[in-house]
T-cell receptor, first 112, second 106 residues
Framework: DAMVIQNPRYQVTQFGKPVTLSCSQTLNHNVMYWYQQKSSQAPKLLFHYYDKDFNNEADTPDNFQSRRPNTSFCFLDIRSPGLGDAAMYLCATQSSGANVLTFGAGSRLTVL | QKEVEQNSGPLSVPEGAIASLNCTYS??????FFWYRQYSGKSPELIMFIYSNGDKEDGRFTAQLNKASQYVSLLIRDSQPSDSATYLCAVKSVRFGAGTRLTVKP
């Protein structure tokens, strides 16, 4: 089945140790999003790619970076994780012209 | 003012009752509205979307949109314990409210 796959599902890192989360999709959607969701809060949009065009939300910290080497893959890099970065990170895709998002299962990050 | 606001709840209804979930939004120019369901520890999944004023029904779910008053609601008829989850309202497809946690008691 076509789907959005996130890896790893669970990531434990130490304070300040860089982390990379990955997202892959077989839907051939040209838009990919990264959200951060903390407990009992709304998913917060960090950034998105429209094809290769990167769009950063104004309030996304510089500590968060993203790469999209091709249509299928997108990465979230957290350069120096702090305790406040512990959250579920959700990847979602969208076909241009459509409004519905397809989510991956999420990557839960724990920072020690 | 937040872009999308929801009553965080929790909302508790007995099995078989109607659950009513509400959402207000600030951008009067918004054209598309979505309801997602999110089980604890899982990612959101789409339930319904609505673009036009009025009601849209899909099985036990009805979405209602009132653009003049800038609110969108979700009604769940014959609520089941399996409906217990957090319901997220999204505007312009990518901006989410904090969600309303619904518990359906057997």
């Amino acid at each position: 089945d076509a789907m959005v796959i996130q890896n790893p599902r669970y990531q434990v890192t130490q304070f300040g140790k860089p982390v990379t989360l990955s997202c892959s999709q077989t839907l051939n959607h040209n838009v990919m999003y990264w959200y951060q969701q903390k407990s009992s809060q709304a998913p917060k949009l960090l950034f998105h790619y429209y094809d290769k065009d990167f769009n950063n939300e104004a309030d996304t910290p510089d500590n968060f970076q993203s790469r999209r080497p091709n249509t299928s893959f997108c990465f979230l890099d957290i350069r120096s994780p702090g305790l406040g970065d512990a959250a579920m990170y959700l990847c979602a895709t969208q076909s241009s012209g459509a409004n519905v998002l397809t989510f991956g299962a999420g990557s839960r990050l724990t920072v020690l | 003012q937040k872009e999308v606001e929801q009553n965080s709840g929790p909302l508790s209804v007995p099995e078989g009752a109607i659950a009513s979930l509400n959402c207000t939004y600030s951008d009067r120019g918004s054209q598309s509205f979505f309801w997602y369901r999110q089980y604890s520890g899982k990612s959101p999944e789409l339930i319904m979307f609505i673009y036009s004023n009025g009601d849209k029904e899909d099985g036990r779910f009805t979405a209602q949109l009132n653009k003049a008053s800038q609110y969108v609601s979700l009604l769940i008829r014959d609520s089941q314990p399996s409906d217990s989850a957090t319901y997220l309202c999204a505007v312009k497809s990518v901006r989410f409210g904090a969600g309303t946690r619904l518990t359906v008691k057997p």
